[in-house]
């Protein structure tokens, strides 16, 4: 089974209004990683979090981690027509399977302008 | 460019044939992932290769598949008799490989297959 599951799956926002989407998984990580994926195109790597870190910034993403909760949350401010995509969470498990990613079925982001 | 890259992007094949994806990473990469993707669904986890090496194959690789990467650098992955179940994308990504650390993996475009 996958072990990341987002949520919601989908998620329609007006331009200018942020968008929240959140990641629950199973076991321990040794990383979490957010993707966005236009549709039918390849995955682009927005931000890595590490196990012992709580929150990360890049430009108008913040995301956050809670290990006792097993979850994450990805925070797009001031959303744009261009961030319309579908955004998957995915779990590094460390260990032997070092750099084996497990994904989520992913939230698919709709941005009306 | 310097990002991964496959070929082709699109193949529409019968049932019963063979086909081979190719995938060039990014070149100073020592690891390279294959991942499937159906519709609605996130990348699923194939196989993987550090330098020439095939590390790991998930259950998910039937004895129909086969991946190769014989020189540390490109990739190719071959299904055999291709079943209509196999039509998906096929994603390859790749990382730097330093060993005990966590990287991020660059993916490419796909390789989107239609079995009929």
């Known amino acids: 089974s996958q072990q990341g599951e987002e949520d919601p799956q989908a998620l329609s926002i007006q331009e200018g209004e942020n968008a929240t989407m959140n990641c629950s998984y199973k076991?321990?990580?040794?990383?979490l990683q957010w993707y966005r994926q236009n549709s039918g195109r390849g995955l682009v790597h927005l931000i890595l979090?590490?196990?012992?870190?709580r929150e990360k910034h890049s430009g108008r993403l913040r995301v956050t981690l809670d290990t006792s909760k097993k979850s994450s949350s990805l925070l797009i401010t001031a959303s744009r027509a261009a961030d319309t995509a579908s955004y998957f969470c995915a779990t590094d498990v460390g260990g032997s399977t070092l750099g084996r990613l497990y994904f989520g079925r992913g939230t698919q982001l709709t941005v009306w302008p | 460019d310097t990002g991964v890259s496959q070929d082709p992007r699109h193949k529409i094949t019968k049932r019963g044939q063979n086909v081979t994806f190719r995938c060039d990473p990014i070149s100073e990469h020592n690891r390279l992932y294959w991942y499937r993707q159906t519709l609605g669904q996130g990348p699923e986890f194939l196989t993987y290769?550090?330098?020439?090496?095939?590390?790991?194959k998930s259950r998910l690789l039937s004895d129909r598949f086969s991946a190769e990467r014989p020189k540390g650098s490109f990739s190719t992955l071959e299904i055999q008799r291709t079943e209509q179940g196999d039509s998906a994308m096929y994603l390859c990504?790749?990382?730097?490989?330093?060993?005990?650390?966590?990287?991020?993996?660059?993916f490419g475009p796909g390789t989107r297959l239609l079995v009929l």
């Open positions: 979090i590490r196990s012992n870190e």
């Open positions: 076991t321990s990580i040794n990383n």
């Open positions: 990504a790749s990382s730097l490989g330093i060993a005990g650390n966590e990287e991020t993996q660059y």
């Open positions: 290769f550090q330098n020439e090496a095939q590390l790991e």
